[in-house]
């Protein structure tokens, strides 16, 4: 078992991702933040978690998407 305590609360920000496990990463840290995070780089998901934003708004995320990337 292992217990992770951070410093301080996360703030919501504009960042991006470059690959797949860093996208997955500031998605979490988005959700676990207070006020609204933009993400650039989602088009990441697409390569093994096309399925997690759903997945995620039946648990209550609020997630909105903008078409873009390549």
Request: proline content about 7%; charged content about 15%; glycine content about 14%.
């Amino acid at each position: 078992m292992i217990g992770v305590r951070g410093p301080g609360r996360l703030h919501g920000a504009a960042v991006e991702a470059r690959d797949i496990r860093a996208v997955t990463a500031l998605l979490i840290a988005a959700l676990a933040a207070d006020g609204p995070s933009t993400i650039r780089g989602m088009f990441h998901l697409r390569r093994g978690y096309d399925h997690l934003l759903p997945n995620l708004a039946t648990l209550g995320a609020e997630i909105t998407t903008t078409p873009g990337g390549p």
